[in-house]
């Protein structure tokens, strides 16, 4: 075991036997990600609702890599306040060595170029498989495409993912991922398990479609990703090259699914 691992196991269980550590923790933070997933387009709804569109739940869909910042927002308020329960900081969580900023990044983005396409795809392919029966499955527009005015792509494109990726990295692997590890007495499948099927139902509600196949196809498509990613964290138990990883898929996606009009 590497010391960082020992420090963090070390230090989730001192909080687990002094009470300052419990699943509601870990379980709270991960579903409210979703909850305020869908607030936020329940919020931008409501003001197409109030502008006379006539279909404002799906003129909303286009928004969420606009209103994920509240949806960051409202986590790192929550990652500030469960951390500081635990007599740590928020941004221990990332794991940041300066001494290492040159390897993280070459790290991330070896992991960006090779592995991540990879497992895209073979997520892509076997979600469209499992669900619609064919590796290309006639999903709505809208899941694939967003269509923004200028100010509102240019935000998405330069802001939206930079803290976005690493809100999300801080609360599925920094946060909740060590310390279900220590909850589930050290089973790490299990943990894994728990925060990946967390992490893959958040994706659903990135848009929220009232579609059970929609719904289960951007379910299933993630769950090869975020396990591959928390495996990753448990090699390095650091953020900073899983950062860079997310940073590159999160605005290869700004870039690719959005269209100014």
Known sequence: MN??????????????????LTWAGPLGIMAARSLFAMLAQALVTL???IQQNPDPLRAGTAWWSVTGT????????????LTRREGISLFSLIGLNKTKLLRDALTGLGILVVVSPLVMIGGG????LLVFGSIQPAVPAEVMTKHLPLWAALYARMVWWVI????????YNGYA?????????????????IVGFFWAVQHSFLPFIPDVKVFLYLFIQ?????????LLYLKFRRLPP????????????????????
């Open 3 to 20: 010391i960082s691992l020992a420090a963090s196991k070390i230090g989730t269980t001192e909080s687990l036997a002094q009470g300052r």
């Open 47 to 49: 003001v197409f609702v």
């Open 70 to 81: 509240l949806v960051d927002l409202g986590c790192l308020g929550l990652l500030f306040w």
């Open 125 to 128: 392919m076997l979600s469209g």
């Open 164 to 171: 976005w990726s690493v809100t999300e990295e801080m609360t």
């Open 177 to 193: 991922l060590p310390r279900l590890q220590v909850l589930t007495g050290g089973r790490t499948w299990l943990a894994v398990a």
């Open 222 to 230: 993630m769950v090869p990703l975020v396990t591959a990613m928390q």
């Open 242 to 261: 899983l950062i860079v990883v997310h940073w590159g898929m999160d605005l290869f996606s700004a870039i690719i699914m959005i269209t100014v009009v």
